[in-house]
């Protein structure tokens, strides 16, 4: 059965910092992996997704690495801004159909 | 382009009563499935329509029950509402036609049972 940690929980940083969230699976069989972020309250926003033949995707301050072999993925966010508080989640799916095993969520505070 | 919208966004149920929730899926969009956040929790998978049909389901009681529509919207009903049902309720569309299976979620109703 999969399963999917992130580690911590959570993070508070100091404007301007990088901030990296670590996401790790326990089936490296995954077809694809995502980002998202979830403001309080709202629904989830899609960062970065990751097909299981790529080892990262890169969106303007967002990069995203994947190690299936380790059952591993980072997330990096540069130069952090306040406006980047939220909760990050991380999740895999095993098939082509979609299914998500999610995170709990990394919950970030930045400070300005 | 509207991406996925959800109605409504607020729900207030007495627990034992029955609640029907709305999914309109992204343009172009065929695949609908359905997830539930609890506080502080990651959204859990409840199941998925395609061409009408269920076609995977999580681990949730035959209270939870759903149907898709030849438009590709969905509804998810819960019957014999608990208080443990009280969550954040997730749509997310995607589509085969689409090669990367990339899925995009609504805003979510917040559905809270006393």
């Known amino acids: 059965k999969q399963e999917v940690t992130q580690i911590p929980a959570a993070l508070s ?21 995502q980002w998202f972020r979830q403001d309080p309250g709202k629904g989830l926003t899609s960062l970065l997704l990751i097909q299981s033949s790529q080892r990262e995707q890169t969106s303007g301050r967002l990069n ?10 980072t997330l990096y966010i540069a130069a952090s801004q306040p406006g980047d508080s939220a909760t990050y989640l991380c999740a895999v799916t ?19 | 382009d509207a991406g996925v919208t959800q109605s409504p966004t607020h729900l207030i149920k007495t627990r034992g009563q029955q ?12 695949t609908v499935s359905w997830y539930q956040q609890a506080l502080g929790q990651g959204p859990q998978f409840i199941f998925q329509y395609y061409e009408e049909e269920e ?7 035959d209270r939870f029950s759903g149907h898709q ?16 049902d009280s969550a954040l309720y997730l749509c997310a569309s995607s589509s085969p036609s689409e090669s990367s299976y990339e899925q995009y979620f609504g805003p979510g109703t917040r559905l809270t049972v006393t």
């Open chain 2, 55 to 61: 076609r995977q389901r999580g681990n949730f009681p």
């Open chain 2, 19 to 30: 609640v029907t929730l709305r999914c309109s899926p992204k343009s172009g969009h065929d």
């Open chain 1, 64 to 73: 995203a690495s994947l190690d299936k072999s380790s059952g591993r993925s």
């Open chain 2, 69 to 84: 529509f030849p438009n590709y919207s969905s509804e998810l009903n819960v019957n014999a509402l608990l208080l443990g």
């Open chain 1, 94 to 112: 095993t098939d082509s159909w979609g299914k998500f095993q999610f995170g709990a969520g990394t919950q970030v505070v930045v400070t300005p």
């Open chain 1, 13 to 33: 940083v100091p404007e301007g910092e990088n901030l990296v969230l670590n996401c790790s699976f326990t089936d490296s069989a995954i077809y694809n992996l």
